[in-house]
């Protein structure tokens, strides 16, 4: 699969990023790739290389630039390990909505200015925190956003100002939810909420609920279950088929 390094300049800094595309010449529709909380690691280049050969230019972020250097996590032991679990929620506190707009702004800029990359509307799909990121960006930057996945996301409904469901009459996306059974982040209740507010605004969308556990669809997560894993490989290529070209 075809792959270029670089880096992105923010407003905070440079930013690397991977760049993944099908054989061939192109362009195709451009996707950003938002990893789970656990961050880009190589599960998340094969991944995005899987979505790539659907036919998409597929951008994959380091979401935790900010901290150069940083340690990878073990995904096995993370939540168990309390230095480390402390750590991970840090960078995950580091990651605010308003950085995900900024970031967001010129990560479209990019895949806009690339020969690989055609119009200047694109997808994003997120896992995990990465799914919450994907959820604000429709509401926050909607005239770049055509459609937006969110895979075993939370807090996409929250007791909060900034809670990403209050952002549904903003969106102009195609919308996709799906959650995990059993999660406290995103619970039956929640995804109530949010399809109501969807509704209201007249956002096209789905909000359904996977028979799996939260991290089901990234290979290295403890909860990964192949099955789950297929049918959000086959919805995203519905969603961004549909949405995208």
Not at 110 to 137: H, K, N, Q
Not at 147 to 163: E, P, T, Y
């Amino acid at each position: 699969m075809p792959t270029i390094t670089d880096t992105i300049a923010t407003p905070d800094g440079d930013c690397p990023v991977r760049l993944f595309t099908p054989e061939g010449s192109g362009p195709w529709p451009g996707i950003v790739m938002y990893p789970d909380a656990g961050g880009v690691r190589p599960t998340f280049d094969e991944m995005a290389a899987q979505l790539a050969g659907y036919g998409y230019a597929v951008l994959l972020p380091d979401v935790y630039y900010r901290q150069p250097g940083w340690a990878p996590f073990e995904m096995a032991t993370v939540f168990s390990d309390a230095k480390e679990r402390n750590r991970l929620f840090s960078m995950i506190g580091d990651v605010t909505p308003d950085r995900m707009t900024t970031d967001a702004q010129a990560f479209f800029d990019y895949l806009a200015g690339r020969p690989e990359v055609r119009g200047d509307s694109f997808g994003v799909c997120g896992y995990c925190m990465g799914g919450r990121t994907s959820v604000i960006l429709a509401g926050r930057v909607p005239e770049r956003v055509a459609a937006a996945a969110s895979f075993h996301g939370g807090g996409l409904v929250a007791d909060s100002a900034d809670s990403p469901h209050l952002l549904a009459d903003r969106m102009r996306a195609t919308v996709y939810v799906a959650g995990a059974e059993n999660d406290a982040s995103f619970t039956k209740e929640h995804a109530a909420t949010l399809d109501e507010a969807l509704s209201t605004a007249g956002v096209s969308h789905t909000v359904e609920f996977y028979p799996a556990a939260h991290g089901f669809a990234v290979p290295d997560n403890a909860p990964f279950d192949a099955d789950a894993a297929a049918r959000h490989w086959a919805a995203m290529r519905d969603v961004f088929g549909s949405a995208l070209g």
